[in-house]
């Protein structure tokens, strides 16, 4: 998982270098910066805890605090199921998962404007990835972010989790924008 990292993280700043002048000309430690801010501003209208629970037992619920899930502070959880014990995930397993994803940069007065994704409409494609197996592009496309809750929690978990960028989709990586995810997994049903 950490060359994983190492290697998008390197592959997102090549990218964010040269595809730096699309971007109002704004250079790459400005897009970081302005990525922080939007992150920061996000995260201040909430409770934040710096570390998990060592018993892993989380605070739910919609009230609940976000808890940084990595030292670089890309990553912040919220718990609001916290699923079924037991119900954990292996390597390699099939996930599926629906969400909505809210773009950070429009938070404004405590409220999102809109969000995209395939959480409310059930006509749209069923998402999946095979955790922690990067090999696959079907798993890297969604960027490693969104699998970090299930190293915590059981598969049928729900959570809301801030993604940095270097975290995010693969395909949007350049771009530097931090995401909201309300995310719901669950296994395939046979």
């Known amino acids: 998982m950490k060359i994983y990292n190492i290697i998008s993280s390197a592959i997102a700043v090549v990218i964010a270098i040269c595809m730096s ?5 704004k250079t790459y430690a400005e897009l970081l910066e302005s990525e922080d801010h939007y992150v920061n501003n996000f995260l201040a209208d909430n409770i934040v805890f710096n570390d998990i629970p060592a018993d892993t037992v989380f605070v739910c619920g919609k009230d609940a605090p976000y808890y940084r899930l990595d030292e670089e502070g890309e990553l912040y959880m919220q718990v609001i199921d916290p699923g079924t014990p037991g119900n954990r995930v292996k390597n390699d397993d099939l996930i599926y998962f629906r ?15 809109y969000g995209g994704g395939n959480e409310d409409d059930m006509s749209l ?9 990067y090999s696959l592009e079907s798993s890297l496309q969604w960027g490693s972010g969104i699998q970090r809750p299930l190293a915590f929690l059981p598969v049928d978990c729900q959570v809301n989790i801030v993604v940095k960028s270097q975290y995010g989709f693969t395909s949007e990586m350049a771009e530097v924008v931090p995401y909201l995810f309300k ?7 046979i």
């Open 21 to 25: 002048s699309c971007n109002d000309g």
């Open 99 to 113: 969400y909505t994803r809210y773009n950070l940069a429009f938070y404004k007065d405590g409220e999102f404007q």
């Open 125 to 133: 494609r069923n998402t999946s990835f095979r955790y922690n197996n």
């Open 183 to 189: 995310i719901r997994y669950y296994r395939p049903q």
